[in-house]
């Protein structure tokens, strides 16, 4: 099953965890296939729809906190594995760790201190520093353009990553790196082997990280759906990820260059991929323009609608078996979680080997 002297490795699914799989485990010298059901080149997955926040503090709200755990290391990785790719491409990938902003207008004050409340409880006294409460001139120190709101919470230790430019940039590394690529390409995972439409191949281990596309072999795995707006104004400069907190729905707005900010995001239960609705349109519409008057002139650019792979639990699955790793479930955290659980796969993948040296 090896190849050149190096063992075969196939991955199912490139989308992010499939992409940084490869590139990773490339690195180390395996001999890597990647076989991705569309078009690798111009994907169609969550992790091409998402803003690419990655935000511990703001997930341990509703979250369990080992995914706060997972995204502190996440967030460690990107640093180191961002400059790593950018070196290697010779294009940017807009990793920022400039934290984040949570706000709530005056009436909604309760929820902005609910959120403040419920996280420092979560949280050791220690990181608990990595929270600030902000008055009008503290937010406007850090985010002049939110000058309608009295206060806010700062996030310190929070990034975000352009995923438009990520996901090309990894592309570009695997084909540096000689990784055989396979389009078009949908295929069943087995232990050890990889089934496509013509023919079955074997490799010395699977990583199947397909997404819904793994649906039969996952128990509860769903879809989440989620909307998302690209708007485009210069009217409003943002510096880092804002949270608008209202007690009907939830807004984030992500800047990005170009004058651009991505704006989310509804959550349906919902394998649903129709295009997006007059109502969430309406619904986040009214919340960017509360956000700032200004963002009424702004230009819907985009409309993005895609569907998360969901566990029951909302927490994500690695399951492993000689010849054979499943990781799936990442819900709305690919990008915080996906370098942390990267490294339990790398581990797995290297005991396996290890085990039939």
């Given at each position: ?23 990773r ?8 296939s ?12 969550a ?13 341990l ?16 990785l ?39 409340r ?51 940039a ?71 990820p ?110 396996q ?5």
């Open positions: 099953m090896t190849h050149n002297g190096s063992p075969s490795i196939a991955i199912a699914g490139g989308g992010l965890m499939g992409r940084l799989l490869a590139w485990l490339s690195r180390r010298g395996l001999n890597i990647l076989f991705e059901a569309g078009s690798l080149a111009a994907p169609t997955g992790c091409w729809t998402a803003a690419g926040m990655i935000s511990p503090l703001s997930e709200v509703h979250s369990e906190r080992q995914i706060y755990e997972l995204g502190l290391h996440s967030l460690a990107w640093e180191s594995w961002a400059s790593q790719l950018e070196a290697q491409v010779g294009c940017p990938v807009s990793f920022r760790r400039a934290g984040s902003i949570v706000v709530a207008h005056g009436r909604d004050r309760a929820e902005l201190q609910m959120f403040e419920e996280l420092q409880s979560k949280l050791a006294s220690a990181s608990a520093a990595d929270i600030q409460s902000l008055d009008r001139a503290g937010l406007l120190g850090l985010e002049p353009a939110l000058g309608t709101f009295e206060g806010g919470i700062f996030l310190r230790d929070e990034g975000d990553i352009d995923n438009r430019r990520l996901l090309p990894l592309l570009e590394a695997l084909r540096l790196q000689r990784v055989t690529l396979h389009e078009d390409s949908p295929v069943v995972c087995e232990k050890h082997t990889i089934t496509g439409r013509e023919a079955a191949q074997r490799f010395d281990c699977v990583i199947d990280c397909r997404g819904l596309g793994a649906k039969d072999a996952i128990d509860g795995l769903r879809g989440v759906r989620g909307e998302v707006l690209v708007v485009e104004t210069s009217e409003v400069q943002l510096h880092r804002v949270r608008l907190l209202h007690p009907r729905y939830q807004l984030y707005a992500v800047p990005r260059s170009g004058a651009r900010t991505v704006i989310g995001a509804t959550e349906i239960d919902s394998d649903d991929l129709s295009p997006i609705s007059v109502r969430s349109i309406m619904e986040l519409s009214s919340a960017l323009y509360s956000l700032h008057p200004a963002f009424a002139e702004a230009r819907i650019v985009e409309t993005r609608v895609n569907c998360r792979p969901a566990t029951m639990d909302n927490l994500p699955r690695l399951l492993s078996e000689p010849g054979l790793v499943r990781v799936n479930g990442l819900y709305r955290h690919g990008y915080l979680l996906a370098p942390a659980l990267l490294e339990q796969v790398e581990k797995i993948i290297a005991d080997l290890s085990e039939v040296a």
